[in-house]
């Protein structure tokens, strides 16, 4: 494999801009704010990756990202909306559309709500190895959907839950 060398003020054909290629084989793009866009292609897909120098925003299958970080596997009907409170990561598509957590069977998988002083405030998890649905406020367990269908909310003085339905 060749060497390709970048001069330091990059290229200025206008094939390559504000980059930098470093001693170490580290490649800067859009060195000094210069709002360079940054896409590489795929077999099909244009915008396999985009980064929006402008706007800090990283798409993929998108070139024109609705938030920090937008996943669009297919375009819905119509202009999408997004909410600006909570547009960090978009999934998009223009059928079924989710988003999976995987680990191992005895294992927790949990999406965790925290501040500056805790943390785990907020949880929902799902524990594979009694196959539960667990909800957490204020840093407790509130409620837990068991795989026998029972639902317990609150807890009793013993410290088990008070199952409301479901279940034997």
């Known amino acids: 494999m060749s060497k390709t060398t970048v001069p330091a003020g990059g290229i200025t054909d206008g094939t390559l801009t504000s980059a930098k290629l470093d001693q170490d084989g580290a490649f800067t793009f859009n060195e000094g704010s210069a709002d360079v866009d940054f896409r590489v292609e795929s077999n099909g897909d244009a915008n396999c990756l985009f980064v929006d120098g402008g706007n800090n925003e ?72 009694g196959n539960s649905m667990r909800f957490t406020t204020a840093g407790a367990e509130r409620m837990r959907i068991t795989s026998d269908t029972r639902v317990g909310i609150g807890m009793t003085p013993d410290g088990s839950f008070l199952h409301l339905t479901g279940g034997s």
């Open 58 to 129: 990283v798409g993929i299958g998108v070139s024109n990202p609705l938030g920090k970080l937008h996943i669009k596997t297919g375009a819905q009907a119509g202009t999408p909306n997004v909410d600006a409170d909570a547009d960090e990561l978009v999934l998009e598509s223009n059928g079924n559309c989710g988003l999976n957590i995987l680990c191992p069977q005895a294992n927790t998988g949990s999406i965790s709500f925290s501040d500056d002083g805790d943390a785990d405030v907020g949880i929902i998890e799902y524990a594979h190895n």
